[in-house]
Every structure is written in C-alpha cells, then in structure tokens.
C-alpha cells in the first residue's frame, strides 16, 4: 500500500468539466495514453449506427495484456494482483501479477483448446472465488466474450441467458457457499440446459472440496474439470482485438420481463476504467481496493476485476457477507489486514452492519488509517446510513451514481479531483465527461431544484454500453428515443443550486433489492406460470434493510380462490426456483382485483403507494376506482423504519 503525499494539491474538478466538455475527443485521447495499444488510435471516436459514439475506432488493444502482461514486464511482477478472502471457507491466499498471468495464460490455453476464439461467447457461471477472476481475463486474453451470471440468479434466468449469449463454453463450479448451506450449481446449470434451446460445446466445472458433484447426472455436452484441463494447457499469449470489439455482454433487467445484455468494449473501457480508478477513487498502482460486490454485477466487473488491475493496484477478492460471516466486523477485519484504501459496496450492506453492531463496537481499536474513502452505489443511500457511518469512521463517505449500462459512476465525489462538502441524499457532482441534465414531461431541462427524468447529454463517454446483445434495437427503444440527444436513466432526480445531483429513485419498473437490480416483468413472467393465477403485478415495496424488496399482488383464478394460504407458498417456492433466491418475495397478497387503466394497464404506482403506507396516487385513466379503495381497506401496512 502505498501512502498519499497528503501535501499534494488535488486537481481542480472544474478545469477537468472544462477540458471534458470543450473537447471530449481531446480529453479522452489524453487519458487513453496510460493504456498499452497496439495499434494507437488516431481518430478518438466515430457515430455509429445505434445513435452513440465508438470510442477510438481504428485502434487495437489486449485488455487482459494491460490488466496483466503490461505490469509484469514494467517489473511489477511480485506486487499483489489478487488477494482472496474467503469468509465463507477460512481460506485466504495472494496472487502476485506475474502468478496471476501465470493461471489467466494457462486458462486462456484451456479454452483454446476447447475451440473459443475471438468473438465467440463464455458464460461464466461462479461463486466468488479466483477462477472467476481468472477465467474472465482468460477471455480477454483471446478477444473471446464473457458473460458473467451471478450465482444467486436461479435455473430459469440461467436459461435465458444461455439462449440469448450463445456460449460456446459454459464455465461453472460444483457449487456456492452461503451461510449456512451449499449451493450446488451443476443440477441448476442442468436444468437450465434442458430448458435452454442453445447447446454449449463444452462446460468446464472448477471442483470445489466444500461441495461434491451429484451423481448420476445424465449429461448430453462434453465437461471438463478445471484443474485437469489447465494442467494440461499450452499457455495462450493475447489476442490483438479492435478497440470496439466486445470485452463482455452483462445482463441486467429491464421493464420487460427478458434481460438486456449490456455489451462493453475493450478499447473506451480500459481508458475509462483506469481514468475513474485515479480521478474518482483516487487510486494508483500499489493501492489496494476492496469492492464488496459479486463479479455477477457490473460493480465486480468493473472495481473487483478490471480497473484495480488496468491500474497496477491489489484488488480483494471477498467471498462472505457483510454480517454473520462471522459477524458485522468482517469488513473492518479486511480493510485493516490488508491495508484498504477504498471500500466500495451498496448501502445495504452498510444498513446491514448497523443493525448489528449500531454502536460499531466491532470498531473499536483497529487501525483504519490507510482507509481514504467509503463509496457506496447500486441503490439509494438513505442519510441515516450516510450519516451513521460517517460518525463511526473517519474515511469521507461517498455516495456514488451509476448502472449497469454506465459502467462506471456517472455522479460522484472525489478522492482524485476536488472533493465536496457532501450533502445528505445528494451523490454530489456530474463525473468529469458525463453532462446530467434534468428532463421534464415537454423534453426540455426543468428548473433548478425542479425533479425530472435523470438525463445524460449526448455522446457519452468512453466506457458506457456500445449495444443490447443480439437486438439492435433496443438500445435506442430503450435509452434513446424518449428525449433526443439524450440517454434516458430511467431514474428520476433533480440539481440544486450548487450543481448537486440527487437520484430519487426509478420511474419505471425496475427495483433495487438489496442493491440487485430486477424487474417487475421478470418476476410476473415466473408468477403466471403457476395454473392459479389469473392476474398478477410485482412492486418493489420499501425496506429498511434491502431498500426495496419485491410483493406480489395475486388474483387467483376461481378455483384457487379458497386455497390462498397454499398458492402462496407455491408462488414463493415458483420465483425462488426460477429467478433465485435473491428475489425472495417479501409477501403475496391475494386480492379479487387490479387496479387499471381503460386500456387495461395494470396500475403499479398505486399497488406501491398502498403497501407502502402512502396515499396512493389515483390517475385519471383509472378505470375501476372502486378496486383502489379496496385495495386500500386489505394492504396497508404500517412502513417499514429504521432501527431507534
Ligand atoms: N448464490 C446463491 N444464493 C444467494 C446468493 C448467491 N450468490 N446471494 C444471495 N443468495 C441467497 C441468500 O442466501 C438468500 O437466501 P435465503 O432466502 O434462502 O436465505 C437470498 O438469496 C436473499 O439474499 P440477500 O438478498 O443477499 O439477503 P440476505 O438476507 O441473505 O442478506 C445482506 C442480507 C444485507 C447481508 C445481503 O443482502 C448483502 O450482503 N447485501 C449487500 C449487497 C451487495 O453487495 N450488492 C451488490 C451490488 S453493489
Ligand atoms: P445497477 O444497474 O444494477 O447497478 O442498478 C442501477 C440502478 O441502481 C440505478 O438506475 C438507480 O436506480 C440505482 N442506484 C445506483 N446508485 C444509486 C445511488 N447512489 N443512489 C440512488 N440510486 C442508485
């Protein structure tokens, strides 16, 4: 770790506003000297034909080579890459880069061997232990694409994003650790595969100790054990790859119930990634970042895997919870043993901490000092946590906006340019590169302190989405049209009269449960398989812990309307095994009725505002008004509080 010349003046943020917004392309072909090309690039970015920008289109580039190769050969070969923290097995061990190149060769050798080749599709199925890391830069050692599920997603989701990447191999482990129980992953990925039309080529299963495979599985597709097959592997040098060839296809919900694969670059990615490791994390070669997040979200991809790497930095591999792993000092533990300097994680892990230890006894003596920085995103950060956390540590707490499609924080405070006053609920100010405009209902920026639709001006920076895997449309269905020249969040939010952005929450139909991100659709779509049910409508209904967490409102077909208590519990059991489970519902609600618009829309606001406790919020296109007063008289509940 290496320790801050605290003398050093910060760069100032407004000339960095400045250069950004006078001329991006200079700007960003500025940041994209710290990256090893191949090819450099002579033009910094090209329109294309989905309504954005490519980003250095006539350049080429190995990512794994700058995250890796690149370090060894400036001699940094003995410095830590990767430390794994196993909280769920006790285990615990270092890669230095040059080890870490060493695996990432060999895997890239295995897949090889196995006929992955530039272009061709990984699906990357792990718990939170190195080969993910690994088998993700092996991919980007061959310009292969990889397409990271997280573990805690179930065999349906699974399914469905075989069918839309198409992987020639499927990457996988017998299994995950949760508290208190194993997680086996081959009968999940088994049944995804008899429900996916799309066949890999080959699985590739790391064997973990801690779970056996199950036997007698009937197996249709050649599968392979890891160690095995990289034992046997010739290393694989990199692959030179177009700057805008795909690094990795990333899905995350949408307001429809099918996942959108977000796809990233190679070449705007890596300048992005390691200009936000300096400027927003204030981190540097030698630093060490922990991001307690999974590599199955774009928080792993980008702050576990690739931008501590493109750095030079040590990242932490941490496989745990926040609490009960043993139990809420677990992070604390971390960050002093391994001298942190930034912490990055979603709220809830923080609420999370709170709940168990409110007077952060698990604090008490231990060195934080090389701790610079808290930065939390995924979901909003209540000023409660925000401004618990910042009496119980000294690190600046910093509330950061971002998505999946963003790839990297859009609003910010900063450890490597001038840092703010921060304000409670505010995530600060527009990241150098993004311009964030509120929008209204007539298209145009609304008033200062004013709410509207969060809004990025266009073209975006490097680093953001480049397409929807495999639907050209989607992206400017989706991001696009709603207001010209602009990319749509999908959040709302205002600014204040010092430039501060507050994010307010979704307008659409989307959820953040404990910082993972679903879909009202997705959840519905698992729900109507089951015979029972005529109608159904998820809402994201307030919880302290988690934020949001997901209700069902259920009307039973007639003859399940006496069987209440049991279509309940299967419709639990139906979303648990399809979806995972992760969007355990917080409760089914069986009602006679929906509320709807005339044209037959189901009305979600109101279901959330009933259940939150609010008054809902009637619109005039309602069409059964008396549905919502009995709606009202069955649902509300007292809200969901902090702890006193
Ligand atoms: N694989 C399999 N199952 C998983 C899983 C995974 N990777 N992750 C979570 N699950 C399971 C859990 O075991 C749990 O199952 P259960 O209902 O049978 O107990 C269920 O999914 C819900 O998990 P979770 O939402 O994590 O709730 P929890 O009560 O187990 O834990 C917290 C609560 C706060 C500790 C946990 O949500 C947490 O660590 N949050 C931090 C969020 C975070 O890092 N988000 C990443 C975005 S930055
Ligand atoms: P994901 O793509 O899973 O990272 O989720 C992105 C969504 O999480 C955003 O659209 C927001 O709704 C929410 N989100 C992320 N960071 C914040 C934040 N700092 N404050 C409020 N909401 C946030």
């Given at each position: 770790?290496?320790?801050?010349?605290?003398?050093?003046?910060?760069?100032?943020?407004?000339?960095?506003?400045?250069?950004?917004?006078?001329?991006?392309?200079?700007?960003?072909?500025?940041?994209?000297?710290?990256?090893?090309?191949?090819?450099?690039?002579?033009?910094?970015?090209?329109?294309?034909?989905?309504?954005?920008?490519?980003?250095?289109?006539?350049?080429?580039?190995?990512?794994?080579?700058?995250?890796?190769?690149?370090?060894v050969d400036a001699g940094r070969g003995e410095t830590t890459a990767l430390a794994y923290v196993s909280a769920a097995t006790g285990q615990?061990?270092?890669?230095?880069?040059?080890?870490?190149?060493?695996?990432?060769?060999?895997?890239?050798?295995?897949?090889?061997?196995?006929?992955?080749?530039?272009?061709?599709?990984?699906?990357?199925?792990?718990?939170?232990?190195?080969?993910?890391?690994?088998?993700?830069?092996?991919?980007?050692?061959?310009?292969?694409?990889?397409?990271?599920?997280?573990?805690?997603?179930?065999?349906?989701?699974?399914?469905?994003?075989?069918?839309?990447?198409?992987?020639?191999?499927?990457?996988?482990?017998?299994?995950?650790?949760?508290?208190?129980?194993?997680?086996?992953?081959?009968?999940?990925?088994?049944?995804?595969?008899?429900?996916?039309?799309?066949?890999?080529?080959?699985?590739?299963?790391?064997?973990?100790?801690?779970?056996?495979?199950?036997?007698?599985?009937r197996i249709e597709w050649p599968e392979h054990g890891w160690t095995e097959l990289l034992s046997a592997a010739k290393p694989a040098g990199?692959?030179?790859?177009?700057?805008?060839?795909?690094?990795?296809?990333?899905?995350?919900?949408?307001?429809?119930?099918?996942?959108?694969?977000?796809?990233?670059?190679?070449?705007?990615?890596?300048?992005?990634?390691?200009?936000?490791?300096?400027?927003?994390?204030?981190?540097?070669?030698?630093?060490?970042?922990?991001?307690?997040?999974?590599?199955?979200?774009?928080?792993?991809?980008?702050?576990?895997?690739?931008?501590?790497?493109?750095?030079?930095?040590?990242?932490?591999?941490?496989?745990?919870?926040?609490?009960?792993?043993?139990?809420?000092?677990?992070?604390?533990?971390?960050?002093?043993?391994?001298?942190?300097?930034?912490?990055?994680?979603?709220?809830?892990?923080?609420?999370?901490?709170?709940?168990?230890?409110?007077?952060?006894?698990?604090?008490?003596?231990?060195?934080?000092?090389?701790?610079?920085?808290?930065?939390?995103?995924?979901?909003?950060?209540?000023?409660?946590?925000?401004?618990?956390?910042?009496?119980?540590?000294?690190?600046?707490?910093?509330?950061?906006?971002?998505?999946?499609?963003?790839?990297?924080?859009?609003?910010?405070?900063?450890?490597?340019?001038?840092?703010?006053?921060?304000?409670?609920?505010?995530?600060?100010?527009?990241?150098?590169?993004?311009?964030?405009?509120?929008?209204?209902?007539?298209?145009?920026?609304?008033?200062?302190?004013?709410?509207?639709?969060?809004?990025?001006?266009?073209?975006?920076?490097?680093?953001?989405?480049?397409?929807?895997?495999?639907?050209?449309?989607?992206?400017?269905?989706?991001?696009?049209?709603?207001?010209?020249?602009?990319?749509?969040?999908?959040?709302?939010?205002?600014?204040?009269?010092?430039?501060?952005?507050?994010?307010?929450?979704?307008?659409?139909?989307?959820?953040?449960?404990?910082?993972?991100?679903?879909?009202?659709?997705?959840?519905?779509?698992?729900?109507?398989?089951?015979?029972?049910?005529?109608?159904?409508?998820?809402?994201?209904?307030?919880?302290?812990?988690?934020?949001?967490?997901?209700?069902?409102?259920?009307?039973?077909?007639?003859?399940?309307?006496?069987?209440?208590?049991?279509?309940?519990?299967?419709?639990?059991?139906?979303?648990?095994?399809?979806?995972?489970?992760?969007?355990?519902?917080?409760?089914?609600?069986?009602?006679?009725?929906?509320?709807?618009?005339?044209?037959?829309?189901?009305?979600?606001?109101?279901?959330?505002?009933?259940?939150?406790?609010?008054?809902?919020?009637?619109?005039?296109?309602?069409?059964?008004?008396?549905?919502?007063?009995?709606?009202?008289?069955?649902?509300?509940?007292?809200?969901?509080?902090?702890?006193?």
């Amino acid at each position: 770790m290496l320790e801050r010349d605290a003398a050093a003046p910060p760069v100032a943020y407004s000339a960095m506003v400045d250069d950004a917004n006078t001329d991006a392309g200079a700007f960003w072909s500025t940041a994209a000297q710290d990256i090893a090309w191949i090819d450099e690039p002579q033009r910094p970015y090209a329109e294309n034909q989905n309504g954005l920008v490519d980003w250095f289109p006539d350049a080429t580039l190995n990512t794994a080579y700058n995250a890796l190769d690149r370090h060894v050969d400036a001699g940094r070969g003995e410095t830590t890459a990767l430390a794994y923290v196993s909280a769920a097995t006790g285990q615990e061990y270092e890669y230095s880069y040059a080890e870490l190149l060493e695996l990432v060769s060999a895997a890239a050798g295995a897949l090889l061997g196995l006929g992955v080749g530039r272009g061709d599709r990984v699906l990357i199925y792990l718990p939170m232990i190195p080969e993910a890391v690994i088998a993700m830069l092996a991919c980007a050692r061959l310009g292969a694409v990889h397409a990271v599920v997280f573990g805690g997603f179930g065999s349906t989701e699974l399914a469905s994003r075989i069918d839309d990447a198409r992987p020639s191999v499927i990457v996988t482990a017998t299994g995950g650790l949760e508290p208190g129980r194993t997680v086996p992953y081959l009968p999940l990925l088994d049944a995804a595969l008899i429900e996916a039309k799309h066949r890999p080529g080959h699985v590739v299963v790391v064997d973990r100790p801690e779970i056996e495979a199950p036997v007698g599985r009937r197996i249709e597709w050649p599968e392979h054990g890891w160690t095995e097959l990289l034992s046997a592997a010739k290393p694989a040098g990199c692959v030179p790859v177009a700057a805008t060839d795909p690094l990795y296809i990333l899905y995350t919900s949408g307001t429809t119930g099918k996942p959108k694969g977000i796809v990233r670059d190679n070449g705007g990615h890596a300048v992005a990634m390691q200009w936000s490791m300096r400027y927003v994390y204030g981190i540097e070669a030698g630093d060490v970042v922990f991001a307690a997040s999974d590599i199955g979200w774009v928080v792993g991809h980008s702050y576990i895997v690739y931008a501590p790497l493109l750095t030079g930095a040590t990242t932490v591999l941490f496989e745990g919870k926040p609490v009960g792993t043993p139990d809420a000092g677990v992070f604390w533990d971390v960050i002093e043993r391994y001298g942190v300097n930034v912490l990055l994680t979603a709220p809830t892990a923080m609420r999370a901490i709170r709940r168990e230890d409110p007077d952060a006894d698990l604090l008490i003596g231990r060195d934080m000092h090389t701790l610079r920085g808290i930065f939390l995103a995924g979901e909003r950060l209540d000023p409660d946590t925000q401004r618990w956390l910042g009496e119980v540590q000294a690190a600046p707490v910093i509330n950061n906006w971002w998505q999946t499609e963003t790839g990297w924080p859009v609003v910010s405070n900063f450890l490597g340019l001038s840092y703010f006053r921060p304000k409670p609920g505010a995530s600060t100010k527009p990241v150098p590169g993004f311009i964030v405009e509120i929008l209204g209902r007539d298209r145009n920026p609304v008033e200062v302190g004013q709410e509207g639709a969060v809004c990025l001006q266009l073209p975006l920076p490097p680093g953001f989405m480049t397409q929807v895997w495999g639907d050209e449309d989607r992206l400017a269905k989706t991001y696009l049209n709603a207001y010209p020249g602009y990319y749509t969040s999908g959040d709302g939010g205002r600014v204040d009269e010092d430039g501060y952005v507050y994010i307010l929450g979704r307008t659409d139909d989307v959820m953040n449960v404990a910082g993972h991100r679903m879909s009202s659709g997705q959840i519905e779509a698992a729900i109507a398989e089951h015979p029972g049910v005529s109608e159904c409508a998820v809402v994201g209904v307030h919880d302290y812990l988690k934020g949001q967490r997901p209700y069902a409102i259920v009307v039973p077909e007639i003859d399940h309307v006496d069987r209440t208590v049991e279509l309940s519990s299967q419709i639990q059991d139906l979303v648990r095994r399809q979806i995972g489970p992760i969007a355990s519902l917080g409760g089914v609600e069986v009602v006679a009725a929906l509320p709807k618009t005339r044209s037959g829309k189901i009305v979600r606001s109101c279901l959330r505002q009933i259940l939150d406790g609010d008054e809902p919020d009637v619109p005039p296109t309602i069409e059964n008004i008396s549905v919502v007063d009995d709606l009202i008289r069955a649902l509300t509940k007292t809200p969901d509080s902090p702890p006193s």
